[in-house]
């Protein structure tokens, strides 16, 4: 089974520039989608990037323009986060799919989820 492990994050002025990845610790290599998604408190987990098998990419739109998704060849997944607004706060959430044959922004539609990590904004 996929096990996601997420580091990086931490705090930054806003402006600057943050990352976070994501790494799949027992390699199954066998996700249709990685996903990063985020939740401040008292908000709903809400869908910021995604890539598919074949690199495909989708932003949430106050992600575009800003944010990178990217996955290397051990399909680690990572986010680059630039000219990050308080707004960005939160905890992001590195995430995958077995059961659905490409990418979603629907938190349901994803079967792994790693531990989280947080980024703060001020």
């Known amino acids: 089974h996929v096990q996601l492990v997420e580091s990086g994050g931490g705090s930054v002025q806003a402006g600057g520039s943050l990352s976070v990845s994501c790494t799949d610790s027992?390699?199954?290599?066998?996700?249709?989608?990685m996903a990063w998604f985020r939740q401040a408190p008292g908000k709903e987990r809400e869908g910021v990037a995604a890539?598919?098998?074949?690199?495909?990419t989708a932003y949430a739109d106050s992600a575009t323009g800003r944010f990178t998704i990217s996955q290397d060849v051990l399909k680690n997944t990572y986010l680059q986060m630039n000219s990050l607004k308080p707004e960005d706060s939160g905890m992001y959430y590195c995430?995958?799919?077995?059961?659905?044959?490409?990418?979603?922004?629907?938190?349901?539609?994803?079967?792994?989820w790693g531990q989280g990590t947080q980024v703060t904004v001020s």
């Open positions: 995430a995958a799919t077995t059961i659905l044959p490409g990418c979603s922004d629907r938190p349901v539609d994803y079967n792994y």
């Open positions: 027992r390699r199954t290599y066998s996700t249709y989608c």
């Open positions: 890539i598919d098998s074949r690199g495909g």
